[in-house]
């Protein structure tokens, strides 16, 4: 019994430090571990912009926003803006139409290089044209678009 009794502050400390660090642990935020981590991001405008990854034969980097997407885009945006640079622009820029077209740039290459990708190549450009009506229509669009992008590997 004698032996027990050192044994029973040992515990106690244990058990304590035991508890302190789970209850840190409760309060910072909940984080997958290494093993469950996954990488997002392969098909954001932002990762199209950082030339990660070949861009698809139909639509090399080099493209105009004009030559892609026709005529009414050419009337919004700069007539010699790249695709590359569409997906590159600053998200500081408020302005909705230059983010629906990062958006958009990001779909129409995901539609070419993701199988699965929600969208085929000439219903994002359709609905790119479509939403140049309204800055509303622009945002909402932009929104689908941004969602599409970041569910697709």
Known sequence: ???SAPL?????????????????AAQTQWRPG???TRSRGRCTPQYW???????PRMVPQTSTVAKVFGSRA???FRSDMTLLE????DDSVQNVFHGLLKQT?????NSYARKGFPYSAWEVKTLLIQALVSEEAAALQAEHFSIANEACN
Request: glycine share 2%; hydrophobic share 50%.
């Open 86 to 89: 569409a997906t590159a622009q």
């Open 74 to 76: 050419s009337e919004r």
């Open 105 to 109: 740039s990001a779909a129409l290459i």
């Open 1 to 3: 019994m004698e032996s």
């Open 34 to 36: 290494f093993l469950y």
């Open 49 to 55: 912009g950082s030339r990660k990854e070949a861009w």
């Open 8 to 24: 029973s502050p040992l515990v106690l400390i244990l058990f304590l430090s035991c508890f302190a660090v789970t209850a840190t």
